[in-house]
């Protein structure tokens, strides 16, 4: 856990950084003091609106308007800690300023009391995972992604079920939950939990949501896709997708110097078994794809990236033709913020720039 305890924004770095630097900045108490440089944008905190832990944020910047999506753990900071509810915020002026707490998805209100059991306790199946957001630039509209699980059992073998939230007007208002299950629904790998930070749409229009697969533990996750080629109207898993390799939370980015351009992609992944090299124990690890997802390459370590096997960001820069990414750049230990930049697709990383 980091010992920034706030779920922050530094403001005046470009919004792609933030997407990132959220995923990472998660905690529970409320005593964190800001340190020194660029201004700071608190927007989520540990006890507003009696919420012990807001973590697992995903933030979407689209038409102006910056998106910021959490898990509201009402009981725990835990993972197992009860009840999960999907929360939103918003900001309109690139993050200086953010809106009240918005509840997106609250379990226990739309499955009752019997089904949820004690939400108070890790036995609770009320607990949404890790959402995730895509904007579609043809239809404008935007879309959140997030799995339920029943139990801890459920959870560790991807039990759950898929739901789907879109809005037509830039998050102010919300239709009601699309439960997807049965469209993406695989009996071999059963359900994905969507990677965090945020989805990707690809050139074609293709949106693609990258996460994990998972039957009984880490050692046996694997990432994968989910992917609608109709602007999310249907849904379908991509069977052959998984790359493998105990990998969870992953991202996903279209190359920009691919030939033909975007005709590549690159899945950034966690990872939490094998030998990264170059005297790095612990680092991100990444794999291609030729065909927009539907299967990809072996995997490769990244020793310039090294990692303490947590969640970290990555996102194409389109303006400079660059790569942003950003996690806690250590083998051990949630600290360390970096943001690093590739003008070559990731091939190297020479540019980096650590949280104050």
């Avoid at 043809?138 to 739901?163: A, F, K, P, Y």
């Amino acid at each position: 856990m980091s010992s920034t305890r706030r779920l922050a924004t530094q403001v005046g770095l470009p919004a792609l950084f933030l997407v990132a630097t959220m995923a990472i900045m998660c905690g529970c108490s409320r005593d964190a003091k800001h340190a020194s440089g660029p201004a700071l944008s608190d927007v989520f905190i540990a006890g507003e609106d009696d919420y012990v832990a807001f973590r697992i944020p995903g933030l979407l910047a689209f038409r102006g308007i910056l998106f910021a999506f959490a898990e509201g753990r009402k009981y725990g900071c835990g993972d197992f800690s009860g009840q999960h509810n999907i929360v939103l915020k918003r900001s309109t002026d690139g993050g200086h300023a953010w809106s009240n707490l918005s509840v997106l998805l609250d379990p226990l209100a739309m499955f009752g009391k019997v089904a949820c059991g004690n939400v108070s306790s890790a036995t609770s199946s009320c607990e949404f995972w890790d959402p995730t957001p895509i904007a579609d630039s043809i239809t404008g509209e935007v879309l959140l992604m997030t799995s339920r699980s029943w139990s801890v059992n459920s959870r560790m073998n991807g039990q759950m079920d898929q739901w789907l939230l879109r809005s037509s007007d830039l998050g102010l208002t919300w239709g009601a939950p699309e439960n997807i299950t049965s469209q993406v629904w695989s009996d071999s790998h059963h359900l994905m939990t969507p990677g965090n930070g945020h989805a990707t749409q690809l050139s074609d229009g293709r949106l693609l949501f990258p996460g994990y697969v998972r039957l009984g533990s880490d050692a046996l996750s694997s990432c994968a896709v989910i992917y609608s080629d109709d602007h999310g109207r249907s849904w379908h898993f991509g069977e052959n997708s998984l790359i493998g390799g105990a990998t969870s939370e992953c991202e996903v980015v279209e190359l920009q110097h691919s030939t033909p351009p975007h005709s590549r992609l690159l899945m950034d992944a966690r990872r939490s078994e094998g030998t990264c090299g170059e005297g790095v124990s612990h680092c991100r690890w990444r794999s291609y794809s030729n065909d927009k997802g539907l299967t990809w390459g072996p995997l490769e370590a990244v020793p310039a990236l090294p990692d303490p096997v947590c969640a970290a960001g990555i996102v194409a820069w389109p303006r400079q033709q660059a790569l942003l990414f950003t996690n806690a750049a250590t083998t051990s230990g949630r600290v360390n913020i970096t943001l690093k930049m590739s003008l070559d697709d990731g091939q190297t990383w020479p540019h980096s720039q650590v949280w104050p």
